[in-house]
C-alpha cells in the first residue's frame, strides 16, 4: 500500500467537495467546544458531574456521524452540514455498542497499564519515604527504571491493540446489519499486517503540522495563535480524514479480491 497513492486519491476526492468539508468539520469543531465551555459555567459540582456524563455519551455518536459524513464527502454522496448529529443519533445504541465491544477486546492491556502504572507510583512513593534505602544504583533500577519500562511497554502495547479496531466505525457505516461483534472482529482482521501502514500514513501528516505549529508562532506577534491553528487544523482535517477513508477502501478492495481468488481456486 503506498501512501502517496492514498493521499493523492483523497486530494482528487475533495475536488468540488473541500469547501462543503471543511464547513461540516467547522461545524462539529463549534457544537462540541461549545459542550465543554457550557459544562464551565455550571457551579453546582454534581449538576457539572451530570452533565459531563452526559456529554460523554452524545459526543461518541457524533464522532461516528462525523466519520460518516467524510465518508458520504469521499463517496460524492450528499451530504448536509448537520449530517453528523443525525447520522451520530441514528445510530447512537450501535456506536456504544461497539465501543463496549472494543473496551472488552482492550481489557487485558488496560488492566497491565493499571498494574503497572500503580506499581510505578508505588516505588515512587516508597524512594521518597526511604530515600537513604534506594541510594545504590541497583536499587534505583529495580524501584524506578524496571517499572517505568514495564510501563512505556504497557503503552505500546495498548496503542498496537487499539489499532486494530480503529477501522470500526467506517465499517459500521457500509455493514448497519452487522453485529457490534463482527464489526469489531471485521476491523480486526483487515488491519492485521496494516498497522504499521496505518501508523505512516498518519506520520505522513506530521509536516502539515509543523508547518501549522510554525504559522501560530509567526502569528503570535499579531494575535492569539490559538485562533490560527485551529482554523488550519479545521482546514487540514477533511484531507486527513478522506485519506482514512481511501486507507480503509482500499484495505476492503484488497481483501475482496484476495477471497474472490480463493474462491475460485476452490
Known amino acids: 500500500?503506498?501512501?502517496s497513492e492514498i493521499k493523492k486519491e483523497s486530494k482528487i476526492k475533495l475536488t468540488g467537495n473541500y469547501i462543503k468539508a471543511v464547513f461540516i468539520t467547522l461545524l462539529y469543531i463549534i457544537i462540541t467546544l461549545l459542550l465543554d465551555l457550557i459544562s464551565n459555567t455550571i457551579t453546582n459540582n454534581f449538576l457539572q458531574l451530570c452533565y459531563l456524563i452526559l456529554i460523554s455519551i452524545i459526543s461518541l455518536p457524533l464522532s461516528y456521524g462525523f466519520v460518516a459524513c467524510m465518508i458520504k464527502i469521499s463517496r460524492q454522496e450528499n451530504v448536509s452540514l448537520f449530517?453528523?448529529?443525525?447520522?451520530g443519533l441514528n445510530d447512537f445504541s450501535k456506536v456504544w455498542k461497539i465501543f463496549g465491544r472494543m473496551l472488552l477486546k482492550l481489557f487485558l492491556p488496560l488492566?497491565?497499564?493499571?498494574?503497572?502504572?500503580?506499581?510505578?507510583?508505588?516505588?515512587i512513593l516508597m524512594i521518597s519515604f526511604n530515600s537513604e534505602l534506594f541510594n545504590s544504583t541497583l536499587s534505583q533500577i529495580i524501584t524506578f527504571?524496571?517499572?517505568?519500562?514495564?510501563?512505556?511497554?504497557?503503552?505500546?502495547?495498548?496503542?498496537?491493540?487499539?489499532?486494530?479496531?480503529?477501522?470500526?466505525?467506517?465499517?459500521?457505516?457500509?455493514?448497519?446489519?452487522?453485529?457490534?461483534?463482527?464489526?469489531?472482529?471485521?476491523?480486526?482482521?483487515?488491519?492485521?499486517?496494516?498497522?504499521?501502514?496505518?501508523?505512516?500514513?498518519?506520520?505522513?501528516?506530521?509536516?502539515?503540522?509543523?508547518?501549522?505549529?510554525?504559522?501560530?508562532?509567526?502569528?503570535?506577534?499579531?494575535?492569539?495563535?490559538?485562533?490560527?491553528?485551529?482554523?488550519?487544523?479545521?482546514?487540514l482535517s477533511p484531507y486527513i480524514y478522506l485519506s482514512l477513508v481511501t486507507f480503509y477502501e482500499n484495505l476492503v478492495f484488497d481483501k475482496n479480491q484476495t477471497d474472490n481468488k480463493v474462491e475460485n481456486m476452490e
Not at 83 to 87: A, H, Q, R, Y
Not at 111 to 117: A, Q, V
Open 83 to 87: 449530517d453528523f448529529v443525525t447520522l
Open 145 to 235: 527504571i524496571i517499572p517505568l519500562i514495564l510501563l512505556i511497554i504497557s503503552l505500546v502495547y495498548l496503542i498496537a491493540k487499539s489499532l486494530l479496531y480503529s477501522l470500526s466505525y467506517y465499517i459500521l457505516y457500509d455493514n448497519q446489519n452487522y453485529t457490534s461483534k463482527q464489526i469489531v472482529e471485521k476491523s480486526e482482521e483487515l488491519m492485521k499486517g496494516n498497522r504499521l501502514n496505518y501508523l505512516l500514513l498518519m506520520i505522513s501528516f506530521i509536516g502539515w503540522y509543523l508547518l501549522i505549529s510554525l504559522i501560530g508562532v509567526i502569528s503570535s506577534y499579531f494575535i492569539n495563535p490559538t485562533i490560527i491553528v485551529l482554523i488550519c487544523s479545521i482546514m
Open 111 to 123: 488492566l497491565l497499564i493499571l498494574i503497572t502504572f500503580l506499581g510505578f507510583n508505588f516505588c
Open 1 to 3: 500500500m503506498i501512501i
